[in-house]
């Protein structure tokens, strides 16, 4: 079993920035990827950002890109989501996840929740006008 814990969520202005990190704790931990999503309150889960635990190799969503940046410490065995320039729209509850196996069409395929094996309670972030 792998237990998540995000934290650094919390209300910012837009234009500001918040770090996300993503602690991940276990018996015997290890991952292929781990993975940002959010949810905006009335909206589906949207994929954020995932990064290949072994190579770093990320993929980020066109709606962040060039805005946030996901990287991992593997000593610590955490996920960070570095959020700049934020907008009242990045507001939603993010989440991390974590795909155990490697994926066959690659990492830049693990946009759908359903391919990760575990997920974190959540931390709500909040950006005001």
């Known amino acids: 079993q792998v237990q998540l814990v995000e934290s650094g969520g919390g209300l910012v202005q837009a234009g500001g920035s918040l770090r996300l990190s993503c602690a991940a704790s276990?018996?015997?931990?290890?991952?292929?990827?781990m993975g940002w999503f959010r949810q905006a309150p009335g909206k589906e889960r949207e994929f954020v950002a995932v990064i290949s635990w072994n190579t770093g190799n990320t993929v980020c969503a066109d709606s962040v890109k060039g805005r946030f940046t996901i990287s991992r410490d593997n000593a610590k065995n955490t996920v960070y989501l570095l959020m700049n320039s934020l907008k009242p729209e990045d507001t939603a509850v993010y989440y991390c996840?974590?795909?155990?196996?490697?994926?066959?069409?690659?990492?830049?395929?693990?946009?759908?929740?359903?391919?990760?094996?575990?997920w974190g309670q959540g931390t709500q972030v909040t950006v005001s006008e």
């Open positions: 996840a974590v795909r155990r196996y490697p994926y066959a069409l690659g990492l830049g395929y693990l946009l759908a929740g359903t391919l990760y094996d575990y």
């Open positions: 276990g018996r015997t931990f290890s991952s292929y990827a």
